[in-house]
């Protein structure tokens, strides 16, 4: 923790109250070390996964009263205010905020100075650590989205609307049967258009970001469903006869090719001879030689100007890795 914001505010007069701190949303690699009676709460499946080894309790939500809270800020800015509420409303000592300037710190330190005095504030490494005491901040807890028939929640991807890649991949799918995979699969978009094929039997929704996969939950209301909170890494299954996807390709404010990259080696893994792989992308991200190393056969399909769709077969088994 040596060169972190934390730790510089632990230097120069932040005292931590005696008893349980809640983080909230910190990043694979933030470091908590020495920070007694830490409990991590994260949404993010990898994330949770290397908190976890690395020892610390890790929940999903947080729980009973905290005699102090840290908040990691995320880059939405409806999650960082529906956080910091989150905070404030089970807190009974400190809120610590620590945010970079890209992820908006600047800009939610403004709004909290407006509520409450602070009671310290730092600068450093493009961004700032902040703390003071809790206040009612109840109208900052995140109402979400809800539009025909889906409800979406702070933070989620494409919150606000169906994102344009899912809108064209659902145009170009066939009618789908048997058992069907949605990797990555968000808050069921994909998933519902899938199920409304009378010859699906089962479709298993792979999601990393629990919040999503809670309001897919609601949005996709069929016993032929199961949600599974997983890394598209290590998921693991029977046999599918069809992968549908529209992976992710940002890991925080950085695009990450290398994300579709292993949604296209799972789907390779995880699919029935004569299974099908169908991917929407970003015309942009190379995908292509990916996909022709891992598969028999790759045909992009009409797509639109911005998103390009592959249907790939004859999956090419590899070993693991």
């Known amino acids: 923790m040596a060169g972190s914001r934390l730790a510089l505010a632990l230097r120069r007069g932040l005292e931590l109250p005696v008893g349980r701190l809640a983080v909230f ?53 409806a999650e960082a205010r529906d956080l910091i509420a989150r905070a404030a409303a089970v807190c009974d000592g400190l809120v610590i905020v620590d945010g970079h300037k890209q992820d908006g710190v600047a800009s939610i330190h403004a709004d909290i100075r407006k509520r409450v005095p602070l009671l310290g504030d730092l600068s450093k490494a493009h961004g700032r650590i902040f703390w003071f005491e809790p206040g009612d901040f109840a109208d900052w807890r995140g109402a979400g989205q809800a539009f025909d028939g889906f409800r979406t929640a702070p933070g989620v991807f494409s919150a606000d609307a169906p994102d344009p890649g899912s809108v064209a991949l659902v145009q170009a799918l066939p009618e789908l049967s048997g058992r069907v995979l949605d990797l990555g699969a968000g808050w069921g978009f994909l998933a519902r258009h899938a199920l409304q094929n009378a010859r699906v039997s089962a479709v298993d929704l792979v999601e990393a970001d629990h919040v999503a996969l809670t309001c897919a939950r609601d949005n996709v209301p069929d016993a032929r469903a199961q949600l599974h909170w997983a890394d598209a890494v290590n998921f693991t299954a029977n046999p599918y006869d069809y992968v549908i996807s529209n992976p992710p390709f940002h890991a925080g404010r950085a695009g990450v090719p290398e994300l579709g990259r292993v949604f296209i080696a799972t789907a390779a893994r995880l699919l029935k001879p004569g299974g099908e792989f169908w991917m929407v992308a970003n015309r942009h991200l190379p995908y292509e030689a990916d996909l022709e190393r891992r598969f028999g056969r790759v045909d992009e399909m009409p797509g639109t100007p911005a998103f390009k769709i592959f249907r790939a077969t004859g999956a090419r088994k590899q070993r693991r890795g």
Do not use: N, W
């Open 25 to 77: 949303e910190p990043f694979a690699g933030y470091d908590l070390a020495g920070l007694s009676g830490a409990e991590v709460i994260c949404r993010h499946f990898p994330v949770a996964q290397h908190f976890e080894r690395a020892g610390m309790p890790t929940v999903r939500e947080e729980s009973g009263r905290y005699a102090a809270a840290l908040v990691v800020l995320p880059r939405a800015k």
